[in-house]
């Protein structure tokens, strides 16, 4: 029971995750995403190709191939190849399907199985641990640099600046309820 709720529990974080990067992109101009503050920066467009790269690597194979594979570039997702957002979008959501699909599939007993990562064994509940922690925080650096590269109002992904008492407000008017925290979350973004 606890290994079914566990892989609920972490596709509906990761699904949130990605839909407030999608939400951020959409409020910028497509060039945007190709904009460096500086020669250490990365783009927004830079941390997608990553982050794609990351998931196919990962995920591919996932329960028989090491999670760093032989024709993976981490070096070069971190060079500015894609010019167009219609192409980077393509990437983003092919890295994503990966990843989503390879979730889908796993079983709660599978998650004890060893897996490994640049030679490094991992149980599945680990490897899945580790994205859940690397992936949200390239996410905030998305959203924040979207904040910044926003030229109009910025619409809020999460308890909008100055609303957290009647936020509260509507959390503590209602029964308590076991479920996810992202299932209310997913609507408002949605």
């Known amino acids: 029971m606890i290994n079914s709720n566990y892989l609920q529990s972490v596709k509906k974080q990761f699904l949130y995750y990605k839909t407030i990067a999608d939400k951020a992109i959409e409020q910028i101009e497509p060039k945007q995403l190709f904009v460096s503050a500086n020669d250490d920066s990365n783009s927004i467009a830079v941390i997608m190709q990553h982050l794609s790269g990351n998931m196919l690597s990962r995920w591919t194979d996932f329960l028989t191939t090491d999670g760093e594979k032989e024709w993976r570039n981490r070096d070069a997702e971190f060079e500015e190849s894609i010019n167009t957002e219609e192409e980077l979008i393509q990437l983003w959501n092919k890295g994503w399907d ?13 998650l004890e199985t060893i897996i490994y990562i640049r030679n490094e064994g991992h149980t599945v509940i680990e490897a899945i641990n580790r994205q859940l922690a690397h992936y949200p925080y390239h996410i905030g650096q998305i959203v924040f640099y979207a904040k910044m590269l926003k030229q109009t109002e910025w619409e809020s992904l999460s308890i909008p600046k100055n609303k957290s008492n009647s936020y509260n407000a509507d959390k503590f008017g209602k029964e308590k309820s076991i479920k996810n925290f992202t299932d209310d979350e997913l609507k408002k973004l949605q």
């Open 98 to 110: 990966c990843f989503f699909e390879t979730l889908d599939l796993l079983k709660p007993e599978q």
